[in-house]
């Protein structure tokens, strides 16, 4: 069975520090992994995918993400938190090489950024 | 390309009272449609799922419905609504042969 847990339920950090939001998953296939974030009131938003390419991804707004097998993780990183990032970010994977079953959501992690 | 639109933003209703969101996508075919409920403090849920015209398959029991009378057009319905109906309720869409799902705005229910 496919699970995603992500370890913090809320991270606070001052602008212009470094962002760590932590991700392990379980997967029986080799996994799709993604991170989205979520502003007060809107959707999600897809910040970055891993698909078994490199295992460094970049996404939008400066953030990045590493796939590391061994631990079984996808930490959401960023090297300078600015205000407009203070959101819930969303770890997810994919249950499925293919076909038409869900995303495996996380519980999500609250980020906040200190002026 | 793709948008996706969820209309109305915001909605308060009575308990009791019938529920229409609907949810359109732009710039894709045949694309398998998705409705989420979030609820307060909580993580999502995956409400139902379509591949196809016509093709609802309901993850969790409950008060609410689906149906796609339209390949781009995906409504969730309630005849009477509960208190516990409240949330905020996201639509997605995914294109064939890919395991990326894109959200829509969201549509903020509230039932009093």
């Known amino acids: 069975a496919q699970s995603v847990t992500q370890l913090d339920s809320h991270v606070s950090v001052s602008e212009g520090t470094p962002v760590l939001l932590r991700c392990n998953y379980s997967s029986s296939y080799s996994p799709s992994l993604f991170w989205y974030v979520q502003h007060p009131n809107k959707g999600l938003q897809l910040l970055l995918k891993y698909t078994s390419a490199a295992t460094l991804v970049k996404g939008i707004n400066g953030f990045e993400a590493e796939f590391k097998k061994s631990e079984t993780s996808f930490h959401l990183t960023k090297p300078s938190a600015h205000m407009s990032d203070a959101a819930e970010y969303f770890c997810v994977v994919s249950v499925a090489p293919s076909g038409n079953t869900p995303l495996v959501f996380g519980k999500g992690t609250r980020l906040s950024v200190i002026a | 390309s793709q948008t996706i639109h969820q209309w109305p933003a915001t909605l308060v209703q009575p308990v009791g009272s019938p529920l229409s969101l609907e949810c359109t996508v732009e710039?894709?075919?045949?694309?398998?449609l998705y409705w989420y409920r979030q609820a307060a403090g909580r993580g999502l849920q995956l409400l139902f799922y379509?591949?196809?015209?016509?093709?609802i398959s309901s993850e969790v029991p409950q008060n609410l419905s689906a149906s796609r009378p339209q390949d781009r057009q995906f409504i969730l319905s309630s005849k009477k609504l509960l208190l516990s109906d409240s949330g905020f309720y996201l639509c997605?869409?995914?294109?064939?042969?890919?395991?990326?799902?894109?959200f829509g705005p969201g549509t903020r229910l509230t039932v009093l």
């Open positions: 710039g894709t075919s045949n694309p398998n």
């Open positions: 379509s591949v196809g015209i016509g093709q």
């Open positions: 997605a869409w995914r294109g064939r042969g890919s395991d990326t799902q894109y």
